[in-house]
């Protein structure tokens, strides 16, 4: 496990740190209130509120935000191996599917499992030097478990020549 990685995952739940970052580089997610509260090499936890800026007409999370949310915790998983690698590698969402199951009217916390594969997928690209497709998958879940989305996010990574 190189020290980049165990750097990024302390960082990343540490609010006021990640905060900053989502500030700077997604204010969207800043203005959310987007967390992360678990990553590691297997997984990653993120979550987002049922809050007035994030609510659409029909009194639950607005969809977008659930994808910000989704898209997040599969990318966390993918920047943990990739941020600052020399040489640089590129990261690019090429797809996103989803199904809508039930309204989002509280927390919604989202699930990725995938880590262990997308760290095998990201030795690959490094190895080959060619580009990899990762298809990693997130669970929107609700206070009581109960499954509210699902995101299936198709990423293109690449080492940058």
Not at 30 to 43: C, N, P, T, V, W
Request: charged share 25%; aromatic share 12%.
């Amino acid at each position: 496990m190189n020290q980049n990685s165990i750097r990024i995952r302390k960082l990343a739940v540490k609010s006021f740190y990640f905060k900053l970052y989502l500030l700077f580089r997604l204010p969207m997610g800043f203005i959310s209130g987007m967390r992360i509260k678990a990553l590691d090499e297997k997984k990653c936890v993120v979550s987002v509120p049922y809050k007035w800026l994030n609510k659409n007409p029909f009194k639950s999370t607005f969809w977008a935000v659930l994808g910000m949310g989704a898209e997040m915790n599969t990318a966390a998983l993918i920047l943990q191996y990739t941020l600052n690698h020399k040489p640089t590698i590129s990261t690019l969402p090429l797809k996103c599917n989803a199904e809508f199951i039930k309204k989002a009217t509280g927390i919604t916390k989202f699930i990725c499992n995938d880590g262990l594969m997308i760290k095998e997928k990201v030795n690959e690209a490094i190895m080959s030097k060619k580009a990899v497709i990762i298809e990693a998958f997130s669970e929107g879940i609700d206070k009581e478990s109960q499954t509210i989305c699902k995101f299936k996010f198709t990423w293109s990574i690449k080492i940058k020549s």
